[in-house]
């Protein structure tokens, strides 16, 4: 099946090319990312280097929601099951504290 699109320009051959339908009704861009400064870059060499950085960036650092909160990077090591547990220790003492101060204040009124 054809690319799904809509014609845009004269109808003769050679000079007919597709555009995208989109998905959302008045959207300018379909993607959930918009990289509007990678349109402007038009040495090869420079948007190769941008685009690794990018890549670079949603490996490393940017934490994934469907993968626990752990960069996709961390989870093919095998840390993402090391961090999320210490995550999970890390909260559990964090509401012990919380709620051993709560019953402190209860008991102690200034």
């Known amino acids: 099946m054809p690319f799904p699109g809509r014609r845009v320009g004269p109808a003769h051959a ?6 995208p339908a989109l998905p959302r009704p008045k959207s300018s861009d379909s993607q959930a990312v918009n990289i509007p400064h990678l349109d402007k870059i038009e040495d090869a060499g420079e948007l190769e280097r941008e685009l690794l950085r990018i890549q670079d960036f949603y490996d490393t650092v940017r934490l994934r929601q469907s ?5 996709p990077e961390e989870e093919h090591h095998g840390l993402g099951p090391v961090i999320r547990k210490a995550r999970r220790v ?3 003492q964090a509401r ?4 051993a101060t709560r019953r402190k204040l209860r008991q102690d009124p200034m």
């Open 14 to 19: 050679g000079a007919v090319r597709l555009e």
């Open 90 to 92: 890390g909260l559990g």
């Open 67 to 71: 993968l626990g909160y752990v960069t």
């Open 96 to 99: 012990a504290a919380r709620v």
